[in-house]
């Protein structure tokens, strides 16, 4: 078994810029998982894992062995696993697994599909709350519209615990998203302050997308005037806007709660 010691080994070097550069991910098509039970849920999401790195200070060999036992195992000393860990409760243990195509035609959705689209959000622990209530409500899929950042960022894969593997997940442009929704017949209520109604007087029972902005500006133009309604949350305080995973939870609850959850 092979054991890496240094900090400055080639491979561990190309690993820092895996965690670091979207296009080192996208050149070699992988990424880094951190932590036993975020790489045991991708293994049941289907994602391929080529490597295993374990310290054995933290997870031993057998550990790390029970974990896939077709993947590559390396031994890796404190000072690579604390170069490579962005946490300090990652286990001992990485993974070094294979992305996969995000395109819209690869979903496949139920026959009464409930969908979340977030148009252009920017911060990973918003787009990781995102996943999260998408995997709780377990939602069909969850597309991001003119995404600003790889969805493989380990701060997403971080903060999404885990539900960046659990959801199905595709990206595109708004209009192709907006395209693909028409051609499906799938409803799509916007959340906007605009021309809206409030959220709980529709009926999201039929094949639906809910769709939400950024909380800066909110969604772009294209989106509400091509809805089938914009919708709003009523709010009874100062402000007029709340946290966009927050704002996206109650949307689909009550979608859920129409349907008998």
């Not at 810029?17 to 080192?24: D, I, P, R, S, W």
């Not at 950042?149 to 442009?173: E, H, K, M, W």
């Not at 914009?230 to 100062?238: D, F, K, S, T």
Request: charged letters at 20%; aromatic letters at 6%; one cysteine or more.
């Amino acid at each position: 078994m092979k054991q890496i010691t240094s900090i400055q080994n080639p491979f561990i070097k190309s690993l820092v810029l895996l965690q670091e550069k979207a296009k080192n991910r996208k050149q070699t098509g992988t990424f880094i998982i951190e932590g036993k039970r975020e790489i045991e849920i991708a293994i049941k999401g289907g994602y391929e894992i080529e490597i295993i790195l374990f310290y054995p200070d933290i997870c031993s060999e057998n550990e790390a062995k029970k974990i896939i036992k077709t993947a590559e195992l390396i031994e890796i000393n404190k000072d690579v696993f604390q170069k490579l860990a962005y946490r300090d409760t990652t286990e001992g243990v990485l993974a070094v697994a294979k992305t996969k195509s995000m395109q819209l035609a690869d979903l496949k959705l139920s026959e009464n599909p409930l969908i979340l689209v977030a148009e252009a959000p920017e911060k990973p622990g918003n787009i990781g709350a995102l996943l999260r209530t998408a995997d709780a409500a377990n939602l069909d899929a969850v597309i991001i519209a003119n995404p600003k950042s790889d969805l493989y960022n380990p701060n997403i894969v971080r903060s999404s615990v885990g539900c960046l593997f659990t959801n199905q997940i595709a990206t595109g442009t708004t209009a192709e998203i907006i395209s693909f929704l028409k051609e499906r017949n799938i409803n799509f209520y916007c959340a906007t302050l605009q021309n809206s109604n409030s959220y709980h007087t529709q009926d999201y029972t039929t094949p639906t997308a809910l769709v939400v902005g950024t909380e800066a500006t909110g969604l772009t133009q294209e989106w509400s005037d091509a809805a089938t309604q914009n919708i709003i949350i009523p709010m009874q305080g100062e402000i007029d806007s709340m946290n966009v995973s927050v704002a996206a939870a109650i949307l689909i609850f009550e979608a859920k709660r129409q349907r008998g959850f």
